[in-house]
């Protein structure tokens, strides 16, 4: 089904099954006339929760900036960790297959996500050509293409997935839980299974173990204050809190990466919206 609005379409499009799970993909294209660039859009929740409803407004704000936006439906919860990452991965390369149809430019795919969704997207990113990311083929014919992209933009994401874990069970344990903790080890336990897992699908540690990886660039938009995301790991000999230890290590690898502050309560708001967007097109157009 299609929709329309004065700026831009929206199209709901099934690029993957499995079994009888069919997989959305929601489509915002500008008005104008294409080929346009694209971005891929992942949710958050904790890799439990969620779903690409949640991506509407600002895959809306990119596609009446002149970026197609897509917003992704992806396995998550108990199917487990690297469910997330192969279904993505296979989106990313599907856009680029179908390009000429869906009306974008296969050389311009950026990728960005919020919460546990940035964190996916900066893995994504990082191992695009991982064969068990890369695992399920394009049908019979299509072209070959890849999973890379050209720039990845996170909105607090959650790059450290053991050390959020970890912290969130500590507090669990103590007298005093604060409220942001919530079901959050639960949902960890639910889709990663073990730490040995929360280890290796983990952006910040598979940099400080000195793994290969892409690094496009990048742009990190953290609001404050919040203990969810913005954090010091106090197993880590770094004294810098997860946002600036990350692009530290990012920077290292030789990547680019900027990290922009806003107020909590501009969340939801253009506050936080608008770097992102002014991020793609600085990339992407």
Same mark, same amino acid.
């Given at each position: 089904?299609?929709?329309?609005?004065?700026?831009?379409?929206?199209?709901?499009?099934?690029?993957?099954?499995?079994? +009888?799970?069919?997989?959305?993909?929601?489509?915002?294209?500008?008005?104008?006339?294409?080929?346009?660039?694209?971005?891929?859009?992942?949710?958050?929740?904790?890799?439990?929760? $969620?779903?690409?409803?949640?991506?509407?407004?600002?895959?809306?704000?990119?596609?009446?900036? $002149?970026?197609?936006?897509?917003?992704?439906?992806?396995?998550?919860?108990?199917?487990?960790?690297? #469910?997330?990452?192969?279904?993505?991965?296979?989106?990313?390369?599907?856009?680029?297959?179908?390009?000429?149809?869906?009306?974008?430019?296969?050389?311009?795919?950026?990728?960005?996500?919020? #919460?546990?969704? $940035?964190?996916?997207?900066?893995?994504?990113?990082?191992?695009?050509?991982?064969?068990?990311?890369? #695992?399920? =083929?394009? +049908?019979?014919?299509?072209?070959?293409? /890849?999973?890379?992209?050209?720039?990845?933009?996170?909105?607090?994401?959650?790059?450290?997935?053991?050390?959020?874990?970890?912290?969130?069970?500590?507090?669990?344990?103590? /007298? *005093?839980?604060?409220?942001?903790? $919530? /079901?959050?080890? =639960?949902?960890? *336990?639910?889709?990663?299974?073990?730490?040995?897992?929360?280890? !290796?699908?983990?952006?910040?540690?598979?940099? !400080?173990?000195? @793994?290969?990886?892409?690094?496009?660039?990048?742009?990190?938009?953290? #609001?404050?204050?919040?203990?969810?995301?913005?954090?010091?790991?106090? !197993?880590?000999?770094? *004294?810098?809190? !997860?946002?600036?230890?990350?692009?530290?290590?990012?920077?290292?690898?030789?990547?680019?990466? @900027?990290?922009?502050?806003?107020?909590?309560?501009?969340?939801?708001?253009?506050?936080?919206?608008?770097?992102?967007?002014?991020?793609?097109?600085?990339?992407?157009?």
């Amino acid at each position: 089904m299609a929709t329309e609005t004065l700026n831009h379409t929206t199209e709901d499009i099934e690029y993957l099954r499995h079994g +009888d799970r069919s997989m959305i993909l929601r489509l915002f294209r500008p008005a104008d006339k294409g080929p346009f660039p694209v971005v891929l859009d992942l949710h958050g929740g904790a890799w439990c929760k $969620g779903d690409l409803a949640e991506c509407g407004k600002r895959d809306a704000a990119l596609a009446d900036a $002149g970026i197609a936006a897509a917003a992704l439906d992806f396995r998550h919860a108990g199917d487990g960790y690297p #469910s997330s990452l192969i279904d993505i991965n296979y989106a990313i390369r599907y856009l680029k297959a179908n390009a000429a149809e869906l009306g974008l430019d296969p050389e311009r795919v950026g990728v960005t996500g919020q #919460s546990s969704g $940035g964190h996916l997207a900066m893995l994504a990113a990082m191992r695009p050509l991982d064969p068990r990311y890369a #695992s399920i =083929a394009l +049908d019979a014919g299509a072209p070959a293409v /890849d999973a890379s992209v050209r720039c990845v933009g996170m909105t607090w994401p959650v790059i450290n997935p053991l050390s959020r874990y970890r912290r969130a069970v500590r507090l669990t344990n103590s /007298d *005093d839980t604060p409220g942001w903790v $919530g /079901d959050i080890p =639960a949902r960890h *336990d639910l889709y990663w299974k073990t730490e040995e897992n929360m280890a !290796e699908g983990n952006p910040m540690l598979l940099l !400080e173990a000195g @793994e290969v990886v892409e690094t496009p660039p990048a742009i990190w938009v953290q #609001s404050q204050p919040d203990p969810v995301h913005d954090y010091r790991d106090t !197993e880590s000999p770094v *004294d810098l809190n !997860e946002p600036e230890r990350f692009a530290a290590n990012y920077q290292k690898a030789g990547g680019q990466i @900027e990290i922009v502050h806003i107020d909590k309560s501009g969340r939801d708001t253009h506050e936080a919206s608008d770097p992102i967007v002014a991020f793609f097109r600085k990339h992407l157009m």
